[in-house]
């Protein structure tokens, strides 16, 4: 059984991604990705994307346009990510290491890891050509 997990590209007006530092497992801690977390039984994968940027973040969120399709994890796991913007709160490092927002032309600014580096260079590539996320 394949496990998803779930992850929120943040996006605000100017442009920014919200990257957050991983705290732990310590093979990843360090290491920056897009917020989310894993869907739990019976949970819907919209719900679980905004219940995680809830615990992780201490926001709340739209959900926009996926981007891409499955992007691969480890054995097992496969990440699903949307486009979403905070309607409420300041983003906090609740379950992270710290946050950073990254402007447009430093997307790459941070380490990226593995899993959400090819995924850091969709979203590049779509808000270049003009998308913003909710019209992807």
């Known amino acids: 059984m394949t496990v998803i997990v779930v992850a929120a590209v943040i996006l605000d007006a100017a442009g920014r991604v919200l990257a957050a530092q991983r705290a732990d497992p310590p093979e990843l801690a360090g290491g920056w990705e897009f917020p989310g977390g894993k869907v739990d039984p019976g949970e819907g994968e919209i719900d679980a994307l905004v219940r995680?940027?809830?615990?992780?973040?201490?926001?709340?969120?739209?959900?926009?346009?996926?981007?891409?399709?499955?992007?691969?994890?480890?054995?097992?796991?496969?990440?699903?990510?949307?486009?979403?913007?905070?309607?409420?709160?300041?983003?906090?490092?609740?379950?992270?290491?710290?946050?950073?927002?990254?402007?447009?032309?430093?997307?790459?600014?941070?380490?990226?890891?593995?899993?959400?580096l090819p995924v850091m260079e969709a979203v590049e590539k779509l808000l270049s050509q003009g998308l913003n996320g909710r019209s992807v």
């Open 52 to 116: 995680e940027c809830r615990e992780e973040l201490g926001v709340e969120v739209s959900v926009g346009e996926r981007v891409g399709g499955d992007w691969p994890l480890s054995e097992g796991y496969v990440l699903r990510v949307w486009f979403a913007m905070v309607t409420a709160g300041i983003p906090e490092a609740k379950e992270h290491l710290a946050l950073r927002w990254l402007e447009p032309g430093g997307y790459f600014d941070v380490a990226w890891l593995g899993a959400d």
